[in-house]
């Protein structure tokens, strides 16, 4: 798997100030410590969810309660819900890529093999048992995802 190809796609699609100059990072990082996926994996899974919500309307606006109060945005697969509906006139192969994308919000429990996002942010996994094979598996389907970005 060529990663850097699969990163240089997603800066190509990334907010050119709030996303691309991490990516790079992301990328010299990987480059100099192939074993720093445990540690780039949780902003991985961040841009993820930010780059599934760049193609709703939850994107870059605050959503208010009828009293004022801020209301919680979507997370997770409520998100990509969110994302299939208001976008089901659309490419298809967005559409199937959201579903695949699905695996990586699942609810985890803690006897799982920790390659989602549930289980990097709830810890339920020690990093040290995630793979470079998971990790490049992320960034691969993000850069498929990519080219659909609402930045």
Same mark, same amino acid.
């Given at each position: 798997?060529? !990663?850097?190809?699969?990163?240089?796609? !997603? !800066?190509?699609?990334?907010?050119?100030?709030?996303w691309a100059p991490d990516w790079q990072v992301v990328k010299e990082v990987y480059e100099a410590f192939?074993?720093? #996926?445990?540690?780039?994996?949780? @902003?991985? #899974?961040?841009?993820?969810?930010?780059?599934?919500?760049?193609?709703?309307?939850?994107?870059?606006?605050?959503?208010?309660? &009828?009293?004022?109060?801020?209301?919680?945005? &979507?997370?997770?697969? &409520?998100?990509?819900?969110?994302?299939?509906?208001?976008?089901?006139?659309?490419?298809?192969?967005?559409?199937?890529?959201?579903?695949?994308?699905?695996?990586? @919000?699942?609810?985890? &429990?803690?006897?799982?093999?920790?390659?989602?996002?549930?289980?990097?942010?709830?810890? #339920?996994?020690?990093?040290?048992?995630?793979?470079?094979?998971?990790?490049?598996?992320?960034? #691969?389907?993000?850069?498929?995802?990519?080219?659909f970005a609402g930045f």
């Amino acid at each position: 798997m060529d !990663i850097n190809k699969y990163i240089d796609e !997603i !800066i190509l699609h990334s907010h050119f100030w709030n996303w691309a100059p991490d990516w790079q990072v992301v990328k010299e990082v990987y480059e100099a410590f192939p074993n720093s #996926y445990s540690v780039l994996s949780p @902003f991985a #899974y961040s841009y993820l969810e930010e780059l599934i919500r760049s193609i709703t309307s939850e994107y870059g606006i605050e959503i208010l309660n &009828k009293d004022g109060t801020p209301q919680r945005r &979507k997370v997770g697969t &409520k998100l990509i819900e969110l994302a299939i509906e208001e976008n089901k006139h659309k490419s298809q192969e967005l559409l199937t890529l959201l579903e695949e994308l699905k695996l990586y @919000f699942l609810t985890s &429990k803690i006897t799982d093999n920790g390659n989602n996002r549930n289980s990097v942010v709830h810890g #339920y996994m020690h990093p040290k048992f995630w793979s470079d094979e998971s990790f490049e598996k992320l960034i #691969y389907d993000i850069a498929r995802l990519s080219k659909f970005a609402g930045f």
